[in-house]
């Protein structure tokens, strides 16, 4: 993907599409916007703009929208535009319509921008089709300006999935601006995006009513009041607010008034108690398919009734202090998991986690994150193996410190469809059965040793001579690949 300063050098040269609609956005106070190509204006009543922010998104919103309006002149323009191009290209362009279509499906949108939709007014049209605009990506754009974004944007008339994370500065205007060009969106991450509060969330909805998926991961503007706001989301059915600003309350608020709550993620935020998991479960249970939480004040309480859930399919918490083997046991009891992560276990014990993987429950899991664990020693590698192995592709197992080279020579015999092999802190291996990994871990592509003080860099540079996909991370966390010649 080009970066923003490509896409200003052609400002001037893009054409422009649009609908022409006049979208209205009521504020809580009475305040309304109208936002449309070329209109903007503020109703009554006008006494509750003061002089601070929503004045300065008024203005914000004039500006963007005038000058996405002067581009949009281009288009007509575009009719006479390279006729003689289109004479050289006459022979491409006698390819039927599909043919051509398939080719362009090869460019990013960004490229169809720059290069493509330019040269001719068949290429414009293909170059349009809305095929090629389901999916927008700017998370490596995060200082693309105002008046590029939204002009972007507002040709994918038909976009389904956008991803602005990281955007540096996103604000109610150019949100307010370009979300009512993609009414057909249903998956949006606008995480770690500062501006990101209660008023953005709204234009998205209000605008996006087919929205489904909304991550704002990391917007720490997310809190209460916000999360309030999305149960006007019809739609909307999986959530990430991890390391967000919210609260019990809106677990049970979004538990109670949302229609379906498949996926929801509250990790980072250590203060979400066993009622309120309790409150989510008895109100979702049979939808849940993914849950992540932080689990700091979480006893065996919740896992009792998340163990409810019957169609789970993924349950990671990432801080298990207030757990017992207990929870282990009602784990057992889920029959759909294929992805578990169960870390900082601090009691539980060698026998509970041996139970938990003689289960039959477990034999279908992709994913396993048990570090941190310090009673996971090698018996229980030696008897997850059995039982899961064959189809793990990602395994963390870091600073379980009693894992030794049995427990690792078995992940090596057992595990072939391994991808990730996160190990790290385990300071009693000493790798010399990794050089068997080209042969019996063909998919391995990332394998994490640092601070794992008995591996020599000889051994790593052995294996990855063998193995060049491989990367590989040593004790001081440098990262090894292969070099050829």
Known sequence: MDDGNN????????????RAEVVHFLEDDGTEFIVGPGIFRTCEPSLALDDGSKLTVENDIKVISNEVESLICSTERLSSYNEDTW???????????????????????????????????????????????????????????????????????????LNLMGRLDLTTAEVAVFSQYIPMLESLNI??????????????????????????EGCMSVDDGAAASMVKGENLQEFNFSHCCITDESIVLLASRMNRIVSLN????????????????????NNLLELMLDGAELTDKSIHHIARCAKLNKLQISFCEGLTDQALK??????????????????????????????????????????????????????????????LQYLALSWCWDISDPGIISIVDH????????????????????????????????LN????????????????RKKPDLRVFNYYGEQFVHEKG
């Not at 040793?449 to 990855?464: H, S």
């Open 330 to 391: 009602y784990i057992q009891t889920l029959q759909q998991l294929t992805h578990l992560k169960m870390r900082k276990g601090l009691y539980f014990s060698t026998d509970g986690l041996l139970s938990l993987f003689t289960c039959k429950s477990m034999s279908n899991l992709v994913e396993l994150d048990f570090s941190e664990n310090t009673q996971f020693v090698d018996d229980c590698v030696i008897q997850l193996t059995k039982c899961c192995g064959p189809k």
């Open 191 to 216: 995480g770690f995006c500062s501006g990101v509060n209660k008023t953005v969330i709204e234009y998205f909805l209000r605008n996006c009513p087919r929205l489904a998926k909304l991550n704002t």
């Open 7 to 18: 896409l200003n050098e052609h400002d001037e040269e893009e054409s422009f599409s649009y």
């Open 87 to 161: 004479e050289e290209l006459v022979s491409f362009n006698h390819l039927p319509r599909e043919v051509i279509l398939s080719i362009f499906s090869f460019f990013s949108v960004v490229e169809l921008n720059l290069h493509v939709i330019p040269v001719c007014k068949r290429w414009y049209d293909i170059g349009h089709d809305p095929s090629l605009w389901k999916e927008l990506d700017f998370s490596r754009l995060n200082e693309i300006p105002s008046t590029s974004l939204c002009r972007i944007i507002s040709r994918a008339s038909s976009l389904k999935k």
């Open 266 to 285: 509250i990790d980072g935020i250590s203060w979400i108690s066993d009622s309120a998991v309790i409150t989510l479960v008895d109100q979702q249970l």
């Open 415 to 446: 595990c072939r469809n391994l991808k990730v092999l996160d190990i790290i802190g385990l300071h009693k291996i000493t790798g010399t059965y990794f050089i068997r990994i080209p042969e019996e871990m063909p998919k391995l592509r990332l």
């Open 449 to 464: 040793l640092q601070q794992c003080n008995r591996i020599i860099d000889e051994l790593i540079e052995d294996v990855i």
